[in-house]
């Protein structure tokens, strides 16, 4: 089994970065969920709200990220920001960030046509994971709950053939595809090592509407493919004795598995071997 993809998404809900290596942080791969789109309260922005979101795309630059949208001239959002920091929310966590500039903050409201600003999450911000799942202080980016997601190309083979029309894997936004796995052995994948870094699996990923998000047109595509997912991949049919004790809900849909790393600073590379420790 080997690394095939490696993606990060340096705004949450924006077009991801496909990428040929990345170094392995605290909070997940380095850049990844960094900043984020909030309203005038603090809450997070993602394209289950906006699917355009998912239009605007991000190139990283020496010192800067690269804004670009149909319609409008590119934005350059500096890597190291300071300004006004103030408390944001991701689902039930709260955790401080540094607004943006008014011109950064104009252009992404004009281009999603709704007032917001863009945050960014500094290195003396920490967002702790789920307590049920910490085990050594673990903190995390923007991102929905862990630090990494990884999917098998053969879990998405597994589902395309059940699907009339077959989607591409950015419907899932993982941070690392893996070639060579059986379909869903991630499910079960408690301890990895890739390269130098060693990932625990805190859960399996419970997939939202997102997945019905057309990546490259910002729309909505209507049932699939959560509707096919959930005649076999509810909670309760993939883990029929131990939900609670993964904290999920009989009827979430899965696809993909949550990774934490245990250390930090190697850097994953297109075509590292995956070994299994547990």
């Not at 690394?3 to 924006?14: D, M, T």
């Not at 869903?184 to 805190?202: C, L, M, Y």
């Not at 997102?210 to 910002?218: A, S, Y």
Request: aromatic residues 10%.
């Amino acid at each position: 089994m080997k690394i095939s993809g490696i993606f990060i998404y340096p705004i949450k809900s924006l077009k991801g970065i496909s990428l040929e290596s990345s170094v392995v942080e605290k909070r997940g791969l380095q850049y990844d969920r960094r900043w984020m789109l909030v309203d005038e309260n603090g809450e997070f922005f993602t394209q289950r709200e906006f699917p355009k979101m998912a239009t605007v795309s991000i190139q990283l630059q020496n010192n800067s990220l690269k804004i670009s949208a149909e319609g409008f001239e590119d934005l350059s959002v500096p890597f190291e920001m300071f300004g006004e920091t103030i408390k944001v929310r991701v689902w039930q966590s709260v955790c401080d960030a540094i607004a943006s500039e008014n011109h950064i903050n104009k252009w992404f409201s004009e281009v999603l046509q709704t007032n917001c600003k863009l945050v960014y999450m500094p290195e003396n911000s920490e967002r702790s994971v789920d307590k049920l799942f910490d085990k050594n202080n673990d903190i995390v980016s923007f991102a929905d709950g862990y630090q990494l997601l990884v999917i098998g190309e053969n879990s998405l083979n597994d589902l395309n053939e059940k699907l009339e029309n077959k989607i591409p894997m950015n419907r899932f936004r993982p941070n690392l595809v893996v070639s060579g796995s059986a379909p869903f052995a991630e499910d079960f994948w408690e301890k990895i090592k890739i390269g130098e870094t060693v990932f625990r699996s805190p859960k399996p990923c419970a997939r939202c509407v997102i997945t019905t998000v057309d990546q490259k047109e910002g729309v909505f595509t209507g049932k699939e493919p959560l509707k096919t997912l959930a005649t076999y991949r509810m909670a309760k049919d993939v883990f029929p004795d131990n939900c609670a004790e993964l904290g999920l809900d009989q009827t979430a849909v899965l696809f993909g598995q949550n990774l934490i790393p245990e250390n930090f600073g190697e850097t994953l590379k297109i075509g590292d071997e995956i070994g299994i420790i547990k």
